[in-house]
């Protein structure tokens, strides 16, 4: 007996929900029939596909609510013999996939749960893949019912052309003669199916590329027979792989991202930008010009030798020290460009090569200003050694007990220099230098502002504090550039504060020099040197155009900066600039 309530079909239309998400929908199918992404994929290209068979009426409404819920447009259509469906025998093969650790929803690919949002969990399974079989042999009742079911069907065809031919030959012989029958809806649509099968098709063969191999149903009106059970085969899921054209929306993102890479690696200086440098003139505008002429005038002053200055501290003639440091002082007083000479002479005397007990000598004996000065400064330049004896800038606790010792005895000499000559501007260079006072909640910022007022124009302990507000010292970029903009209010009084502006970029040049990119050097240097001359960016950007065979330019820093300071770089890449211009001359 016929068991006439489980002939009810599950049709997929290859088509997904109105505002339904492809790739959502591609993922839900994936967890619902346990499938590869390439096998959902085929799912969705517009062929019908029956997915459950053999079901009741109600289980057939169940099975079309749920995947319809997953975005999945089915239908419920009585069964028909014959027919080929969509079946997932076991064909293992290993997969990713991706479990939720909150809510254990598992999905093939996205990285964040569709339901919780949590990032997902990597796991390897062994799943089964869709392949293409014929239905299972029906038992004996549903083969005898397909088989009345095809007889039916091909009495109801014979009356259909019998009734045709006969018509067809009371009309006139010039005519021609119309279809055997007329198309019913269901012939439509497998003319429309074959239709855009046949596109697709051509579509593929002039982009050389291969669709994935698919039953495609016959045409029941062509001139060849074609068996009733051939013309109700509906397209199956294939084993072959499923090639997918490329859309211009994907094209396009990918030259958008493509552009994006190319703006980053340029922005970061790795590419172009890195390799040629962007070089400037030094100093071209007004204010760089009168700095220069302000550095000229200081550098012109004269600055006694360790070998004028020591032979009087070893003879104890204190009394001639203390002349010549109050006679600079007096001149520092009527001209801010004499504030290099005296600080460079108290430097060359309290040289760390200097005896100790020489100094003390001269504190004890004769007590002066001068001479707590220079044992102060002594002491700090000490501490400063402390500081730079390890590379990577960690002191050993050892070492830091043995810096702010220095530091404290630097800080007792300095402040009784203070004391007995408020007015001299050195002893408030070191006292930002070594940034240690009592009872004060910012020493640095107080010494600051006490040498403001006392000379608004000074220079080198605005250089200090700037020194102290660089990066590895606690500060940053921000800082230096926001204390060279309030500098800028005093350089009327002292065109060489104009230099301060280019602190910030020099800073990140020297950065590049220590790791050995030239070209960001050159860069940061040549933005430094817009604001005035200063010998050590001068000579390291020699060096960092001698590295980029710019040996023309590279000559004419390192003279520039060996007019202001001999050093052993300058003179280095001033020797190589010119032996490889002469080659290029004789070559």
Known sequence: MKDVNRQWNVVCTGRTKVHFNRQIVIENICRALNTTRGSANALLQGNKTVLKEGLSREEASIAQHKLDDMGLDVRVERA???????????????????VCPNCGNVQISLNICDYCETPMVVKKEFVTEPVTSKQSQPSAGKQAQAETAASELTAEKSKIAGAATAKVSNKPANKAAPRASKPTMADSAVDKDLEVNESQAKKA????????KMALPKNKHSTSEAPAEQA?????????????????????????AGLVLVCALAASGWWGYDYLGHYQVAAQTGLAKKQIK????????????QDDLTPLLQGQKYSVLDAHFN????????DIQWERALTQSIDVLANINTAQHELDNWVTQAPSPYAHLVRGVYYAQLGQLSAKSQADGQLTAAQAKARDAHFNLAYQDLTQAKQMAPSLLPVYDWLIVINKGTALLNPRKTYLLEAIAINPAGYQYRENYMTALQPEQGGSLEKMRAFAEETQGFVKHNPRLYLLAGAAAAWQGNQ?????????CITHYSEALQFGLDDEWLRKRAYCLAEKSE???????AEQSLQMQDHPLAQKVKRLAQNQMAANVSG
């Open 512 to 520: 590049a020099y220590l790791n050995g990119q030239d070209g960001k």
């Open 551 to 557: 040996f023309e330019k590279a000559l004419a820093d």
């Open 232 to 256: 109700a085969t509906t397209p199956t899921f294939s084993s072959q792989p499923t090639y997918v054209v490329e859309s211009r929306w994907h094209k396009l993102v990918k030259i958008k």
């Open 205 to 212: 063969k002039q982009r050389k590329l291969k669709l994935p």
């Open 327 to 334: 006679d600079l002082s007096q001149k520092l007083s009527q």
């Open 294 to 305: 302000a550095q000229q005038s200081a550098l012109a002053r004269q600055v006694a030798s």
């Open 80 to 98: 028909r013999s014959g027919a080929k469906s969509a079946s997932l025998k076991a064909k293992p093969k290993a997969i990713i996939k991706k």
